[in-house]
């Protein structure tokens, strides 16, 4: 029981690792003279529109927006079957096959009892014994 909880566990935690290692994402920030406005992550900037009033904005041109792209990794390697050596082509091969002729092997279980429905019952059988737990 442990070891499928631990094995599932390092499992997630390892696709999430190769999701956030392959993940690449942009940073914008818009600054109006020396002060920052807005920054957004995916999306465009807000720009101030002339809305802010400082002496440092009235000059045209004062307004600049900062990109960052922050890149993942984009080159994972695939390996395929025949990149494996010949021996360790056999072992998974022989791996391979006595574990799918162990899960094919095992004959279907019926369940006898699945679709019984039991009595109703009808009458407290407790107050009629007049059998009490003190």
């Known amino acids: 029981m442990k070891i499928k909880l631990v094995n599932r566990s390092f499992s997630f935690l390892m ?25 957004a992550v995916f999306t465009k900037a807000k720009s101030c529109n002339g ?3 400082e002496k440092a904005t009235t000059k ?3 307004c600049k927006n900062e990109i960052d792209v922050i890149k993942g990794q984009d080159k994972l390697k695939v390996n395929s079957f025949d990149d494996l050596n010949f021996s360790l082509q056999i072992v998974f091969v022989s791996h391979v096959y006595s574990y799918t002729s162990l ?7 019926t369940v006898s009892h699945q679709e019984y429905v039991p009595p109703n019952l ?11 737990l003190i």
């Open 15 to 39: 696709a999430f690792a190769v999701l956030f290692s392959t993940l690449s994402f942009t940073v914008e920030s818009h600054y109006c003279g020396s002060n920052l406005i807005d920054t």
């Open 51 to 53: 809305d802010f009033t």
């Open 60 to 62: 045209k041109g004062c």
């Open 103 to 109: 899960v094919i092997g095992l004959p279907k279980q």
């Open 122 to 132: 009808i009458y407290d059988i407790q107050v009629l014994d007049e059998t009490f």
